[in-house]
């Protein structure tokens, strides 16, 4: 079956971002090359320039892809644990979020990003709404642990998720320094202590 426009324009937008995260992986963000990047993928740079207006919108376009497929991992672990101890999903929880700080790449662009839009007021406005859509999915996860566990938290959910998504970006840097406590018992108190998990007993 032949393929219809946008579905061609679609898989060429995917393969470009896999390329993309490909060279981060390999190269680091400082030695991403949008030359190369199209070559690996098999693409010219007008195809490219077809699918995203800048390597910043490219760099956005990696995130969103990454955060939303985390958060949506997030989600099902908790919904797999429906009937669990809500200490034993808290302990899932915060340990996934200290893997995930640990694939630094992701830390390290989220900052690159943050940075440049501090620079670049064109570029904060896409950031900034970019960034809303994280603190919002993260907020949806956080409310689903309170619905299903009945709890009082300490903050409203998406000022939770916030606090949240500064550890995950955070703890890329602070994480390494000596003396720092492992990242998944930074999440976990932070965690219990947001959403008004009760102390265990004994």
């Keep these: 079956m032949r393929k219809t426009r946008e579905q061609s324009r679609l898989e060429t ?57 985390e958060v949506e991992t997030l989600r099902r672990l908790v919904q797999g644990m429906d009937g669990k101890a809500l200490g034993d999903v808290s302990v899932t929880v915060a340990s996934r979020l200290a893997d995930l700080a640990q694939q630094t790449e992701w830390s390290l662009l989220s900052i690159e990003l943050q940075l440049h839009a501090q620079r ?27 619905q299903r566990h009945q709890l009082q938290p300490a903050l409203p959910p998406m000022q939770i998720a916030i606090g949240l998504y500064a550890l995950w970006s955070g703890l890329a840097v602070q994480g390494t320094v000596p003396g720092a406590a492992p990242r998944d018992e930074i999440f976990l108190a932070f965690l219990r202590a947001m959403i008004g998990q009760p102390p265990a007993r004994g």
């Design 13 to 69: 937008r995917e393969r470009l971002i896999a390329s993309a995260h490909a060279a981060i992986r390999r190269d680091g963000i400082g030695g991403l090359s949008l030359r190369r990047l199209c070559e690996d993928a098999g693409y010219s740079q007008g195809a490219f320039y077809s699918n995203f207006a800048s390597r910043d919108d490219l760099l956005l376009a990696l995130m969103e892809r990454h955060v939303f497929g």
């Design 120 to 146: 670049d007021a064109r570029f904060a406005d896409a950031y900034n709404a970019a960034k809303t859509s994280f603190h919002a999915e993260f907020a949806r996860l956080v409310e689903d642990i309170l």
